[in-house]
C-alpha cells in the first residue's frame, strides 16, 4: 500500500446520516481515536450537532463545533482546525486537500441517491485507489447496518 490515509467508503441507503454515522463515531470512541466531521454545508453540522446529542437513549457522543482542541469528535466546514486527528469523515462532497493534516483514515460518508456526491465519491475512490491507498466499500441499509462490500 501507497503512503498515506486509508480511504474507506461509506454508502447510506434509505437511512438519516446520523443514524448510519453513530456507530462509526461510538467505534472510534472506543478506539481511542479522535474525529473530526468536515462538511462544506454549516446546516449539515447544525443537524448533525444536534442529532448527536440526543442519538442513543443514555448515549451521548461527546462532540462540538467550537474549541477542537477539547472535542473528541469535532465537527468543522474548515479542514485545517481537524490536525492531528486519528479519522476525518468527509460529508457532502468534501475532500481531503492538505496532505500536511496527518490522519490514519478518512472515511466519505455519502447518500446513494445524491448524485454529485456520489460522482465525487467515485473519484475519490479513484485517485485513493491509483495512488495505491488503502481502500474500502461499506453500505448501510436499514434493519441490516453496515456491510462490506470491497
Do not use: C
Amino acid at each position: 500500500m501507497g503512503a498515506g490515509p486509508a480511504w474507506w467508503f461509506y454508502q447510506i441507503e434509505g437511512v438519516d446520516l446520523s443514524v448510519a454515522l453513530a456507530p462509526l463515531l461510538e467505534k472510534s470512541l472506543e478506539r481511542g481515536w479522535s474525529v473530526g466531521i468536515l462538511s462544506p454545508n454549516s446546516a449539515r453540522l447544525a443537524e448533525l450537532d444536534g442529532a448527536l446529542w440526543t442519538q442513543e437513549p443514555g448515549g451521548f457522543l461527546p462532540h462540538g463545533l467550537t474549541q477542537p482542541e477539547d472535542q473528541p469528535i469535532f465537527l468543522s466546514d474548515d479542514f485545517s482546525t481537524l490536525k492531528d486527528r486519528d479519522g476525518i469523515i468527509l460529508l457532502d462532497g468534501a475532500d481531503w486537500t492538505d496532505p500536511a493534516v496527518r490522519v490514519s483514515r478518512l472515511m466519505v460518508m455519502f447518500d446513494a441517491h445524491d448524485v454529485d456526491v456520489r460522482v465525487s465519491a467515485r473519484d475519490q475512490y479513484k485517485r485513493a485507489k491509483d495512488a495505491g491507498l488503502e481502500v474500502a466499500f461499506y453500505v448501510y441499509r436499514p434493519g441490516e447496518g453496515w456491510s462490506k462490500q470491497a
